[in-house]
């Protein structure tokens, strides 16, 4: 099982251009996530999504967007690139149920720079 | 106060040393808890789950206090890869969402 795969591993960006983080589950799992790390923080819910169809905003959306067309993939769209959006990011999931329930899975991360 | 507290440490402790975290919890309405462990520039990975009535997984062994609303971790023996920090989760009720702790740094010298 592959489990949470992220693309890219690394990327530097300039101010205002846009990208996409690309991020896929083998799980069959309903729930994904997505979240940014910054340097000695913790981590900080960007938008998440309850099933295909379905994504909803977390503690910092702006400047981001996603959508989530199949089960599998959930993709993270940065809009204008600002420096303040060099993190690292984390996608993640989760079931629902069963004995695995309420687990969080990541994926290897994606670290971003902006300059 | 903020949902999951957790001391940030970092907590020193030689080899072999025994260490115990604690985390706390402003919702009475949280059902599910977990301790993940995020090694330096690594993602975060599940350590365990903590239950009611506690759970020992080798030198790891978790509490919950409801009534005190925290949730503890000791580990025993500590070994130099046991350098990382540690998170707190908690999930509540019908939500969609977890909520981490800003993590525990430990480090384990010689």
């Known amino acids: 099982n592959a489990g949470v795969t992220q693309t890219p591993k690394f990327r530097i960006l300039k101010i205002g251009q846009s990208m996409t983080l690309q991020c896929a589950q083998d799980m069959n799992h309903n729930y994904m996530y997505w979240y940014r790390q910054d340097p000695g923080m913790g981590l900080k819910l960007i938008y998440y999504s309850v099933g295909a169809g379905i994504t909803d905003k977390g503690e910092v959306p702006n400047g981001y967007n996603v959508s989530r067309s199949t089960t599998e993939d959930f993709p993270l769209r940065l809009e204008l690139a600002a420096p303040s959006q060099t993190s690292v990011y984390f996608c993640?999931?989760?079931?629902?149920?069963?004995?695995?329930?309420?687990?969080?899975?990541f994926g290897a991360g994606s670290r971003l720079t902006v300059l | 106060r903020k949902e999951v507290e957790q001391d940030p440490g970092p907590f020193n402790v030689p080899e072999g040393a025994t260490v115990a975290f604690n985390c706390t919890y402003s919702?009475?309405?949280?059902?599910?808890f977990f301790w993940y462990r995020q090694d330096c520039r690594k993602e975060p990975k599940l350590l365990m789950s903590?239950?009611?009535s506690g759970n020992e997984d080798g030198r790891f062994t978790a509490q919950l206090n409801r009534a005190s609303q925290y949730i503890s971790l000791l580990i025993r023996d500590s070994k130099l890869s046991d350098s990382a920090t540690y998170l707190c989760?908690?999930?509540?009720?019908?939500?969609?969402?977890?909520?981490f702790g800003k993590g525990t740094m430990l480090l384990v010298s010689p």
């Open positions: 993640a999931s989760r079931s629902v149920g069963g004995s695995g329930a309420n687990v969080l899975t």
């Open positions: 903590v239950y009611s």
């Open positions: 989760v908690v999930n509540k009720a019908g939500y969609s969402t977890l909520t």
């Open positions: 919702n009475s309405a949280s059902q599910s």
